[in-house]
């Protein structure tokens, strides 16, 4: 099945590290979403791209960069990790060719704890 | 400006009792909306969208452009259906949904 897979689920950092979280989904879709899930503020867009010469910010950039290395894969890095960045992170993609219903596919999740 | 509000951050109810999820937006243009739900340890799925008027696992919801609002509504609730729900938001083209902040569904048996 084609899917949105992220890469480490599970990561443990100290403050001022830097540290890199990719996604790769084999949907084919151009679209790719980084999120950020928080306690009571629910699913932040951090940045999108559209396709692979297409990089966009979102709603919280600040701390981040994202890579586009392929249609297939989304990275997203944190130059020099604080405690305030510890959360759950969402890769997702959508399909370019969906006009109508711009239905999000997400990935299982980063845990990241910045100690 | 795009704006979804969740007003619930948590709804607790007992098995078979009736479940409404508010969800109110803000847009000028026409909306599409979704509910996504995310179950402990699991990624988001999308539950369902309004253009497709369909019922998920006895889950229904319906726009009311005059309110402004896309309740998600279930008349029993089971136990599974204890998750965290997500009412988004996209329309006109963008490619950018808005999320709510979500509202935590705890079913007791």
């Not at chain 1, 990561?11 to 001022?16: C, H, N, Y």
């Not at chain 1, 604080?82 to 711009?102: E, G």
Request: charged share 20%.
């Amino acid at each position: 099945d084609a899917d949105v897979t992220q890469t480490p689920r599970n990561r443990i950092t100290k403050t001022g590290k830097r540290i890199m979280l990719e996604c790769s989904q084999t949907k084919g879709h151009d679209r790719m979403y980084w999120y950020r899930q928080d306690p009571g503020l629910g699913l932040r867009l951090i940045y999108y791209s559209f396709d692979v010469k297409d990089i966009n910010k979102g709603e919280i950039s600040d701390g981040y960069s994202v890579s586009r290395q392929a249609q297939a894969k989304f990275s997203l890095s944190l130059e020099s990790a604080i405690p305030n960045q510890t959360a759950l992170y969402f890769c997702a993609t959508s399909d370019n060719r969906d006009i109508s219903y711009n239905e999000q596919f997400f990935g299982p999740g980063t845990r990241l704890t910045v100690l | 400006a795009q704006r979804v509000t969740q007003p619930e951050k948590l709804l607790s109810v007992f098995k078979g009792a009736p479940v409404e999820l508010k969800c109110n937006y803000s847009y000028s243009g026409s909306p599409e909306l979704f509910w996504y739900v995310q179950y402990s340890r699991q990624r988001l799925q999308l539950l369902l969208r309004h253009i497709s008027r369909e019922s998920i696992k006895g889950f229904t919801a319906d726009l009311n452009k005059g309110e402004t609002s896309f309740h998600l509504k279930k008349p029993f609730a089971q136990e599974e259906d204890s998750a965290m729900y997500y009412c988004a938001l996209g329309g006109g083209g963008s490619y950018i949904p808005t999320f709510g902040r979500g509202t935590s569904l705890i079913v007791h048996p």
